[in-house]
């Protein structure tokens, strides 16, 4: 997909009067919605929706063997799955560099803040664990995905029920659905992408701003206002006070972000309210 | 749960185990233009199941050596995403995901006019996001509706369902918990209009005449959804036909 030169132009010579092609000003968002708990049979869901980019999380909780070198910790797996509904450009296969990069973007955000608290996942230390799958499905591309994803990821731990594990009278363990526990968080995390072009920083980067971007950092906020994780991708550059004045602005906007969630979560959702009129 | 105690999955008045008579279908509803990027898309819950269909092309083909002189290709994917199911299941595909995504193909293709698109292809992708059984069905059920969302001419809409044998009794419909413990499963598929089955698949075993009986139930089964199917697009197309017209 390429973009005409000419529309580069329009994107390029709008933002020198702070303006953008879809009529937001430079620092803001696109529609934002969260629903949670839209996959009833997964132990937590949600599905998260910035403009037309539309990211679905699933978590299942299973029982595994702990890492040799965390034995007393819960296992947490994070993958992404770029499905060839979402984009034409999209192919069946296993995750591509991209898909496997945003996988890894948040599964360090979640990790270097203690997001899942691991050490109470343990079911026989040394032994047996929870394995926290979080497995994040691309439904529809429209740019910037990772703060779709990351918002879908968060929003899904937090309505993530645990099952009690339960040993039968042979000593295998079993996840007993009619008891669970709300997965322990101990906080939050969002990330803010910030897309560099002609010289300018813009929050939110749609599809067809991502094809004209010199370059971009995604920037993870913990909800006690921290940088938790940075990734600049993009094939030009930014400079020190570029990259102050982008981590200022993700502070201020991850503050809409944890709104979002927590609006989410008051009520409980369902896929048939998050698809229908989508299109 | 240990061996002894098996499930009563019919009860003594011949109501199943979620409440239904044996030729019931359970909640079934359906919504096309999901997605924003396929060029048509299909979200159908039936029960339990839920499954989203997108649908690209006709479109260049790569590579160019798939492609036909004479008709269009036709590519079909049917994956079930990892949280869709009670254990997490790989992402990665399975013999049973690349063998349905076979037969669901050779159905669909049965009533595509592939000849008005030589050299291109049609890309069916079919994501099962909630597994409750009949996810094939389901999934044929809104993989035809994303092609008429796509505007791509096609004889007639596929409508599916999977018929059962549980306790001696045929049932319409199964769903999981149905299936694992039922004496046979048979999903079919049709294009009502033609009363062409262009799916059937038998996990099982029935008598001869029980075949006859589970097919004419299947294919009470399949006029309904049909008919829903009929009416989802109508609803989307009616009304914005009348919408252009306020406009223009």
Redesign the interface.
Known sequence: MLIPKIKKKSILSMLERDLRLDGRSPNQYRDISVHVGV????EG?ALAKIG?T?A?V???V?VGTPFPDLPDQGVLAV?A?F??????TFE?G?PDENAVELARIIDRSLRELDVVDLKKMTIIPGEKVYII?L?I?V????GNLTDACMLASMAALLNTKVPKAEADDRGFIKLNKDEATPLPVNRRVVIVSIGKVGGKLIVDPNLEEEQVLEAKLSISIGDNGVVAGMQKTGLSSFTQEEVEKAVEIALNKSKELFTVIDEALKKPSS??EA??N?? | MSSEDKIVLIDEKGRRIDGRGPEDLRPIRMEIDVLKNADGSAYVEQGGTKVIAAVYGPREVHPRHLAFPDRAAIRCRYHMAPFSTSERKSPAPSRREIELSKVIREALESVVFTQLYPRTVIDIFIEVLQADGGTRCAGLTAASLALADAGIPIRDLIAAVAVGKIDGVLVLDINETEDEHCEADMPMAMAPSFNEIVLLQLNGVLSPEETSKAIELGKKGIMKIYELQKETLKKKYELSTRRSQVVT
């Open positions: 996959i009833e049979k997964a869901s037309n539309v679905l699933g978590i299942k299973g993958n799955e499905v060839p509904l979402a984009f034409p069946p296993p799958w497995d499905y439904l529809d591309h429209d896929l048939w698809l229908r989508n299109g």
